[in-house]
């Protein structure tokens, strides 16, 4: 049973538009959420993360939102660049450091 | 700083084989992780260690997996036996003090394929 859902395997935006990646979680329990990207070959490298009294942090061009009530959060890119194309991955925390990550999404960014 | 280091990059064997992966954390980190990636089910934890003490391996798929962390500074994962669906990539993680707010740090992984 996977907590934390990304539902989309894969998505593919033009340069210069916004890239939006969507993740679910079902344990309420969860406090801190986390975004981390992969590169081929590479490991996973933290991108983003924002705390559940928060419901937005923005870093750069990244900015992550959190719905609590839905269970939701996402990860906007703006603008999108050809180096942004990478897999993403969703993950949330407990009240812990058990890091729970979801499948991941491949982003394509189109020159 | 040398990030977590994990060897090897590519491991490729036989059903029935013995497999050990190994990771060496970030110097003074006190937590260390385990992850597995499949196309399905993206990131698993395997199992985590505090202070080189085993704290939850309640994702370890089977007994055929074992993990263990002599000292600070070197972890191995071993698959004996092991089978064609443990086919997928290994990653070490470790992170200083284990807070809710600290990021991982993940090595570049193992690519393990058992035919």
């Known amino acids: 049973d996977q907590q934390v859902k990304q539902n989309s395997p894969s998505l593919s935006v033009q340069e210069g538009r916004i890239s939006i990646l969507n993740c679910d979680y079902t344990?309420?329990?969860?406090?801190?959420f986390l975004w981390y990207k992969k590169y081929p070959a590479e490991g996973p490298t933290f991108l983003i993360s924002?705390?559940?009294?928060?419901d937005k942090n923005e870093d750069g061009r990244f900015t992550v939102f959190l719905n609590k009530s839905a269970k939701h959060l996402s990860l906007h890119i703006v603008p999108s660049q050809p180096g942004d194309s990478a897999v993403y991955f969703c993950?949330?925390?407990?009240?812990?450091?058990?890091?729970?990550f979801g499948a991941g999404t491949r982003l394509f960014v189109k020159a | 700083d040398a990030g977590v280091i994990q060897s090897p990059r590519h491991e490729v064997t036989e059903m029935g084989q013995e497999v050990t992966l190994r990771c060496k954390p970030i110097s003074g980190h006190d937590y260390l992780f385990w992850y597995r990636q499949t196309m399905m089910r993206g990131l698993e934890l395997l199992i985590y260690f505090n202070n080189n003490v085993p704290i939850d391996d309640s994702g370890m798929p089977e007994d055929r997996f074992s993990a263990k962390m002599p000292n600070a500074s070197f972890s191995t994962l071993k698959i004996q036996p092991s089978e064609p669906r443990d086919s997928a990539v290994y990653f070490c993680?470790?992170?200083?003090?284990?807070?809710?707010?600290?990021?991982?740090?993940f090595g570049s992984g193992t690519q393990l394929s058992v035919l």
């Open positions: 924002i705390s559940s009294i928060k």
């Open positions: 344990n309420s329990m969860f406090d801190y």
């Open positions: 993680a470790s992170s200083p003090t284990g807070q809710l707010n600290e990021k991982l740090f």
């Open positions: 993950a949330a925390r407990a009240g812990g450091f058990k890091t729970i």
